[in-house]
């Protein structure tokens, strides 16, 4: 078997490459020749299939460990898509604090055509199980939640929905293959944002599915032929690019992130730091502990009461303020005021958002940096 490492620089290679290049060619190409009429061709048309396309979807089964990938034109398209397997009547349960465009899906587009949603904290298993219904047909959740960074087990989740014979999906955009593979923990399908850590570098969005049955990878591939959300050429190459760097850009963006922790946690400007290994007596740490290699490179943390967090984002140097994660370049923003602003204010303290929460996606400048350019920051508040 071909090791992690390996598969992400050398998996998925197609074997129509006659000039020894060793990169997939970007296929530039929306249609192919019939040899003659009724010829059985491997590709017709880009929607349908395209090598280029089709090399990062092998490399992202092999490296999720699924039958089949297959890479959307953004995480939302991928997620539109792995949500469309479900007709009007089905119950689907959600995780109550999942990523806010994926809420606006739901709420927008999916409720109002007939699918039916519960909101669960799918940490607490209690209360999962109640959620259940006859119509019930997938649990959605993901492991490490934004901004707060719960964590919630894919191996628990995965025994009782099975045992209601509903389907699991995982949004593993926050660990990634690297450090946790959801499908080998008994997910079906596992999806990702490619536009963070599989891309890395903050210039294109992508979506990925990988699923672990060949019954379900057909249907996921009609619907991604039907929709027609597909990565363009030229990001597949971005991606497939991205992904051989993962793990050391994840070990840099982990060694970084304790690093930070270490300094936040000494800070007299900061109340509680989140990251799922900060309390090693709490339920994350134990799943992060049993189920993934390490919790990835995004924290939040709170600023003491009274402190505005608007001033100190805006006195940072060199930490970027923007939405989005998982890219080369340290990335800080206020959820009250950005990634989190469409949820009305009751609700978003409710959920444990105030208005003095920062996350930081951390990226692969020299930890020193980072930590000078915070410490100036906080001197201005
Ligand atoms: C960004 C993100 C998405 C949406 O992906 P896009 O590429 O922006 O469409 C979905 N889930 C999570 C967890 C994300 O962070």
Not at 5 to 23: E, F, M, S, W
Not at 288 to 314: P, Y
Not at 329 to 346: G, N, Q, Y
């Amino acid at each position: 078997m071909t090791k992690f490492n390996t598969l992400l620089v050398r998996g998925g290679k197609p074997d129509d490459n006659h000039t020894g290049a060793v990169n997939v060619p970007i296929y530039n190409s929306s249609t192919y020749r019939y040899p003659k009429l009724g010829s059985d061709v491997r590709w017709d048309y880009e929607r349908s299939g395209n090598p280029t396309r089709d090399n990062v979807e092998n490399v992202c089964a092999e490296l999720e460990n699924g039958d089949r990938g297959f890479a959307f034109s953004s995480g939302m398209a991928a997620i539109h898509a792995a949500l469309s397997l479900f007709k009007p009547g089905d119950h689907i349960i959600i995780g109550d604090n999942i990523y806010g465009g994926t809420f606006r899906l739901v709420n927008d587009f999916l409720r109002p055509r007939g699918i039916k949603f519960s909101e669960v904290d799918t940490q607490n298993i209690q209360a999962l199980e109640e959620a259940f219904t006859p119509e019930t047909k997938a649990v959605y959740f993901e492991t490490v939640t934004n901004p707060l960074l719960k964590v919630s087990s894919v191996r628990q989740i995965s025994k009782l929905a099975h045992e209601h014979a509903a389907m699991v999906i995982v949004d593993n955009t926050f660990l990634t293959p690297y450090l946790q593979k959801p499908l080998d923990l008994g997910a079906d399908l596992v999806l990702h944002s490619a536009t963070k850590y599989l891309g890395g570098h903050s210039d294109m969005t992508a979506g990925i599915i990988v699923t672990r049955t060949k019954e379900l990878s057909d249907k996921v591939y009609a619907l991604q032929n039907s929709i027609g959300a597909i990565l363009a050429p030229q990001e597949a190459n971005l991606l497939r690019r991205g992904i051989q760097t993962l793990n050391l850009r994840m070990d840099r963006h982990i060694s970084n992130t304790k690093k930070i922790i270490k300094y936040l946690e000494r800070s007299d400007k900061v109340g509680r730091v989140y990251y799922p290994t900060v309390d090693k007596n709490s339920i994350d740490y134990a799943i992060i502990k049993d189920e993934t290699k390490g919790a990835g490179g995004v924290l939040s943390f709170e600023l003491k009461d009274g402190l505005d967090a608007a001033k100190f984002v805006n006195s940072l140097q060199l930490i970027i303020l923007a939405v989005s994660l998982g890219a080369a370049e340290s990335l800080v923003e206020v959820p009250a005021f950005m990634s989190h602003f469409e949820i009305p204010k009751p609700d978003r303290l409710a959920m444990g958002i105030k208005d003095e929460l920062i996350r930081l996606s951390v990226g692969l400048e020299d930890a020193d940096d980072l930590i000078a350019d915070l410490d100036q920051a906080f001197k201005k508040i």
